[in-house]
């Protein structure tokens, strides 16, 4: 079974600086990895995802994430953040086959005028 | 491609009664359907997962005779939460899954159901 772990729950940053949101995963098998973003009463929106290739993957709004098998971990990077980046963050991992994603319990960005 | 809706998007009822929420793939044939919850401010949490003409398949802990799981077609699969209680407030969000292709290595969420329980 997969898991996913998001070691940040809240991660302020000021206006145009970079920000880094954390996830590992564990898994026994190899996994496709997803970040989603959930603006507040909204339903979830896809940033990225790595399914093979590249480790590195560039997403929506500027976002990109890299894949590190070694490290068991796909860290979602922005280099200069925006107030409308402000929402929740979610990492999701799936295994092949027909299995669920498994979501993090999620990072509050918050961006700091 | 790939879009996924939800009906309604926000349902009030009374304690005890019936709530049905539809799920939908408008646009490709979506062999596995899961259905997740989520509460304020938490993550989402896979209740079932559902292939198209078999039984849902319930996580620990999901009451199946509370959520009832219809996955009768492939573009629509159906939650009802009978007999409805306070607790059972939430946000339910679908998912879709297609049988191939980039249809298969991607679940694509519908937007959302907030469902009150008064």
């Known amino acids: 079974a997969q898991s996913v772990t998001q070691l940040d729950s809240q991660v302020p940053v000021f206006e145009e600086a970079p920000v880094e949101l954390r996830c590992n995963y564990s898994?026994?098998?190899?996994?496709?990895l997803f970040w989603y973003v959930q603006y507040p009463n909204q339903g979830l929106q896809l940033l990225l995802k790595y399914l093979s290739g590249s480790t590195l993957v560039k997403g929506l709004n500027g976002f990109e994430a890299e894949f590190n098998k070694s490290q068991t971990s796909f860290h979602l990077r922005k280099p200069s953040v925006h107030i409308s980046d402000t929402a929740e963050y979610f990492c999701a991992v799936s295994g092949p086959g027909n299995t669920p994603l498994v979501f993090g319990k999620g990072t509050r960005l918050s961006v700091i005028a | 491609g790939a879009v996924v809706s939800q009906h309604p998007s926000w349902v009030i009822c009374k304690s005890g009664t019936s709530v049905k929420i539809e799920c939908r793939s408008l646009?490709?044939?979506?062999?596995?359907m899961f259905w997740y919850r989520q509460f304020p401010k938490q993550s989402l949490m896979l209740m079932a997962t559902s292939n198209e003409g078999s039984k849902a398949t319930y996580e620990q802990g999901v009451e199946k005779d509370k959520f009832l799981i219809n996955h009768a077609s492939l573009t629509l699969s159906t939650l009802t939460v009978t007999s409805a209680h306070p607790e059972d407030s939430s946000f339910y969000i679908c998912s879709a899954r297609g049988a191939s292709g980039g249809y298969y290595n991607e679940q694509f969420f519908g937007p959302g159901t907030r469902l009150t329980v008064l």
């Open positions: 646009d490709f044939q979506a062999t596995t």
């Open positions: 898994s026994s098998v190899s996994v496709y």
